[in-house]
């Protein structure tokens, strides 16, 4: 029997409890809408005691099926002030699936301003205070738990930016060998929320535990074996990481560079995935994959001059954000402020974004490494000015009084320019997510703006399917093929339309908590500077009429 | 022929338009959100080009009508990012509407950086660039503007708040005598949206003009005389200042203290007006009006030791704020600190209110003198921390992650505690203007909360009409005077139920303007804190249920 777990942060005690019947489809994103349109007043305070976090793996995480094994975090945003998810990869929710649980529910908010860790084995669940670990860097923490726990036990936590309750705090997730916590559930803010409710880190040690039932059955191995068939027969295109797309963005306008006053970036040859590989050959570091069963393996490792290891993964959007968007050319540069975004557990959109836009308003100028340097160690400190920028760039904006501050519903615009690719832009404004290129990145969309929603609202369904289901968006799985995995792993036929009926379902829960949370349709905008303000390569604003939009919220428009 | 006064800030022009005839009967905050409606969309950034900085006398502001002088500013709050209405009293309103104009619009946004002067006088408006004033404290502001201006000359501008684009910062007014920049309308932060247009100052001088029509008039001239004898009958409430009200507020749970932990002060008398008119004896000062007219005198001028003046006036919101709230018994000290909220143009609500979260967060020690004088110095200098604070109390309490953050809609609840006066928490939560007693400031409510929605709606709708009118609050006038002035002033007959429609719709518009600005009800709450943190003393929460709250937007309900 499936299960869920509650960890009660205000009585610091756990519980288990049945996992609904009704839910069975839903895991990961869907499954983490389902328990918030449930249990989360949509206008709470997200930092306060009614908001709930969620940790819910896949429907498929768990299984032998390719690449799917991701965990999604869930909960009332504190950037967006609406509901948020966002997943990473790394091995916790394979273990968790195995240990029966199908979601974590983190309730409450600690009184004693105790710091906690929560123990998941075997055995069952443990809340115990760790006080030691407090604003304890990720690296480090990880360190310090794997000292007591088993090799095979996985780290989920958040760094010193989700304890001091940062709008740009993420959620880590260790890498495939459960040690270095580079995979993050980045976007929103959820760091914060984990970190204001007093749990530091989640400890889950899968050992003794079997494979889940679904192994077994020689349906669901067939499926496995044709998907990874028609996958290697593909040209993959995420062989050299997401950074092989640098130089197209920048070509097409597409590259946000110095707090988005233009789409191209004039050093980004310097930074892109040629530039990566080539550390490779000098250095050591090379592509490999975040998680067991991963197919894709875009995750990359990057080492210094010195030969020794930096980070992991280096992403375009980070190169992006704390690259051309900062005016920094500096592979370098990049690589260790990622490791600091790592290290502190933080969104490197959202960290770049605001540095940006304090760059814009004279903060320190473009392209200033070591002033950036300097911001993370004030980020760390919780100095005035580190708390401004960790608040994100709408924050920051605000606070030095920037006229171009890149945010959608309080969240930082991700790299790809919605000016140009204006069905992501599409995207951005109708989202529940906010500006969040997973929610439903389409490329095309420079030459006429008609029949863009749909497509925004297809891709936007289609993702809500995928990061439910476990699997990684880079794989692409079509509709068919996770509709074969989903009826073979439960038992019972289902279909591409009835996925394609799930995905619609899941952004009708999101959308009704954002009712609940206040919202309508008047925050659906880009920010006024991307109307008025033409990307100098491309001429291009965001120009989209509202009528378009509508179509995303209407299953019937063409 | 009436006019308004547009002044574009964009390309630096300004243009006379005609009155339009269908608004003759608002004025003040109605004719503000009539402006705002028709020309201002309801979700543009209130910083931005779009949002309009509305300058507003009442209706019978600038006639003899007694304390009628009062200017509203309106426009879309960076602070709730809904319509915001604020006023103030000063010889500014009476000088516009001598000048023949119902309010200046002043649009667009400077894109050059440059700081400007408005001049208008009867040769006509003048836009004029005046660099030397920029982050200019306000005394000596009105100081520099009164070398080259008339005597008569009557000033509005902006402190270096303002201009720093803070979310406390205000618009001051000056005194009676002209010089002195001591009346706020303080509320929501429309200083930064002047100040970000890149208007720092508004000069007016009626000289050379006569009296409105209706001074000629017989039966508005006995209507006058009539108001007068009637008040002079009766006892005048606000004879010592609204400080009169320190020793009540604290005594019934009301004064708001150590950033609302509790509700009474255990140094109330030590900063109640007693305390004040023990200065008068000793150092000089007194009572005073802050405008020609003025029948209510509320206004107290402070003397430090030294027998020299430091400011004007010190009114019970600010006592209890800068005071109460801050643990502060010093009344020295809290008269600098007003000093200091004129001197950099800051309303003295959202700063007392923002200081205090920061104490509760631990940057500085509740009562901490030395340490506020230090965040004063930091607010003027736009150190990271001074931003962090003038950002108002919502962005101070998320970015020192505290948990009691007392706002509504984004703006600092002022002294008047919800949890004890429910009804007025009623108003906090409805009104258009977010927590703001002057929306609706209602006593009672502590036995039961049934049939407070009423009472606040009534009081939502007569000060809805008080604040277009151009009368001062504090002169309570009926609803049947007030109908009187109008019939005699605008020459058809008005009458008390008219009035009341006009109230409710102003209201209308006003809430109107806030969808569109993509606000619903959901929003309508107050801080989680106070549904369950009691006053200590007398064990209140807010516990008003939504069903209540319901009937403040039905007319017809009981």
């Known amino acids: ?43 709470c305070d997200p930092m306060g005691e009614f908001n709930k976090l969620i940790l819910a793996p896949g429907v498929l995480t768990g299984t032998a099926a390719p690449t799917s094994g991701r965990t999604s975090v869930g909960g009332k945003s504190p950037l967006t002030n609406g509901i948020k998810e966002a997943n990473a990869g790394g091995q916790f929710g394979q273990k968790l699936r195995r240990l029966g649980y199908r979601a974590v529910i983190v309730e409450g908010r600690t009184k004693d301003r105790g710091t906690y860790v929560l123990t998941i084995t075997s055995k069952g669940p443990e809340l115990i205070r760790a006080d030691e670990l407090r604003l304890m860097r990720t690296y480090a923490c990880a360190e310090q738990l794997g000292k007591n726990a088993d090799k095979r036990a996985a780290f989920l936590m958040v760094g010193p930016a989700g304890e001091l309750g940062y709008g740009n705090a993420s959620v880590a997730i260790t890498d495939l060998d459960n040690r270095y916590p580079t995979r993050h559930a980045a976007r929103g803010g959820l760091g914060a929320v984990m970190g204001t409710k007093g749990l530091k880190a989640v400890i889950i040690d899968d050992h003794g535990t079997i494979a889940l039932k679904a192994e077994e059955n020689d349906d669901y191995r067939k499926k496995i074996s044709d998907f990874v068939t028609t996958w290697r027969g593909k040209k993959n295109a995420y062989a050299k990481g997401t950074a092989i797309v640098v130089d197209m963005a920048s070509e097409w306008g ?9 789409g191209s970036f004039e050093g980004h040859s310097k930074i892109n995935a040629d530039a990566i590989f080539a550390t490779f050959e000098t250095r050591g570091g090379g592509m490999h994959n975040c998680l067991a069963g991963c197919i894709v393996q875009c995750s990359n490792t990057i080492y210094n001059e010195k030969k020794e ?47 940006a836009v304090a760059m814009d308003g004279g903060v320190l100028p473009f392209g200033d490494v070591a002033g950036m340097r300097n ?9 005035p000015l580190g708390r401004i920028i960790g608040s994100g760039a709408a924050v920051t904006g605000r606070a030095f009084n920037v006229e171009r501050i890149p945010v959608v519903k309080g969240q930082a615009v991700p790299a790809w320019e919605p000016r140009t690719l204006r069905a992501t832009g599409i995207t951005y404004c109708t989202s529940p997510m906010g ?20 497509k925004s609202r297809e ?14 968006q880079f794989q692409e799985p079509p509709m068919e093929a996770i509709a074969g995995f989903y009826s073979a792993c439960l038992g019972e036929t289902i279909s591409k339309d009835d996925l394609r009926n799930m995905g619609w379902e899941i952004l009708q829960d999101e959308w009704a908590f954002n009712r609940d949370a206040g919202y309508t349709r008047a925050a659906d905008h880009l920010p006024e500077f991307m109307k008025v303000e033409p990307i100098p390569t491309n001429k291009m604003v965001f120009d989209v009429p509202n009528s378009e939009l509508d179509k995303v919220y209407d299953l019937n428009a063409k």
């Open 254 to 262: 597409n590259l946000p560079t110095r707090n988005r006053r233009s």
């Open 435 to 454: 500006a969040d290129h997973t929610a439903g990145l389409v490329f095309g969309g420079t030459k006429s703006w008609e029949g863009l929603a749909v």
């Open 375 to 383: 911001l993370f160690a004030e980020m760390e400190k919780g100095t």
């Open 1 to 43: 029997m499936a299960k869920l777990l509650r960890v009660n942060m205000t009585d610091h005690t756990v519980r288990e409890d049945e996992f609904p019947k009704e839910w069975e489809r839903f895991g990961g994103r869907g499954l983490s809408a389902k328990i918030l349109r449930r249990e989360v007043p949509g206008n």
């Open 309 to 355: 290891y930096v980070t992991s993964a280096l992403e375009f959007e980070t190169l992006a954000l704390l690259g051309a968007n900062c005016g920094v050319d500096d592979l370098d540069a990049i690589a260790e402020f990622d490791r600091l975004c790592d290290e502190l557990g933080m969104d490197t959109i959202e960290t770049g974004a605001a540095i």
């Open 459 to 472: 891709s936007q369904i289609y993702n809500a399917v995928v990061d439910s289901s476990g699997f990684c």
